[in-house]
T-cell receptor
């Protein structure tokens, strides 16, 4: 069975510092994709970054990077130079290739302090 | 570019009343469509997904149902709402490819009183 685990219910970070949000996953399928979403207080889920299981390099999108460690089955999100607008819930998700379901973690609430 | 719409944005309904939430996608054809529910401060619960017109997969047995009458339209319904149906309902689409990404609508906040 597929499972996503986010062990940090809440985190604080100082503005302009980097922060790492943890995500571990469990699957026996070798072909999958990993995703991170941001959910601000407005509720909309915003796609941030994607990593494929066969990608050799870690994905990056602006201030977001995904620290993909396949052997450890971890896909941590790194946000560099945190901004006040980064305060939100962050969800890690996984999808097995050629299957239609996405599996979501329970989320991490990030608070950026000025 | 693709756009996903949901309405209404907020809804307050009495227990036992019917429900109809609508989701439409623009700028793509034959998308996979999804309905999720999110309780306050919690994660996402997949309710239904659809890979084509008239094709609905149910993930959680409950008093909700879904329909896909057109390629880019997905409707969530209930004949009689329960208090436990309160929550934030999110519609999402993906293109169904091997490495596709899921994109979400703005959501509907439902309160059942």
């Amino acid at each position: 069975a597929q499972k996503i685990t986010q062990t940090q219910p809440g985190m604080f970070v100082q503005e302009k510092e980097a922060v790492t949000l943890d995500c571990t996953y469990d699957t026996s399928d070798p072909s999958y994709g990993l995703f991170w979403y941001k959910q601000p207080s407005s509720g909309e889920m915003i796609f941030l970054i994607y990593q494929g299981s066969y990608d050799q390099q870690n994905a990056t999108e602006g201030r977001y990077s995904l620290n993909f460690q396949k052997a450890r089955k971890s896909a941590n999100l790194v946000i560099s130079a945190s901004q006040l607008g980064d305060s939100a819930m962050y969800f890690c998700a996984m999808r097995i290739y050629n299957f239609n379901k996405f599996y979501f973690g329970s989320g991490t609430k990030l608070n950026v302090k000025p | 570019s693709q756009t996903i719409h949901q309405w209404p944005a907020t809804l307050v309904q009495p227990v036992g009343s019917p429900l109809s939430l609508e989701c439409t996608v623009e700028g793509t054809s034959n998308p996979n469509l999804y309905w999720y529910r999110q309780a306050a401060g919690r994660g996402l619960q997949l309710l239904f997904y659809s890979v084509g017109i008239g094709q609905i997969s149910s993930e959680v047995p409950q008093n909700l149902s879904a329909s896909r009458p057109q390629d880019r339209q997905f409707i969530l319904s209930s004949k009689k709402l329960l208090l436990s149906d309160s929550g934030f309902y999110l519609c999402a689409w993906s293109n169904g490819g091997a490495t596709d990404t899921q994109y979400f609508g703005p959501g509907t906040r439902l309160t059942v009183l």
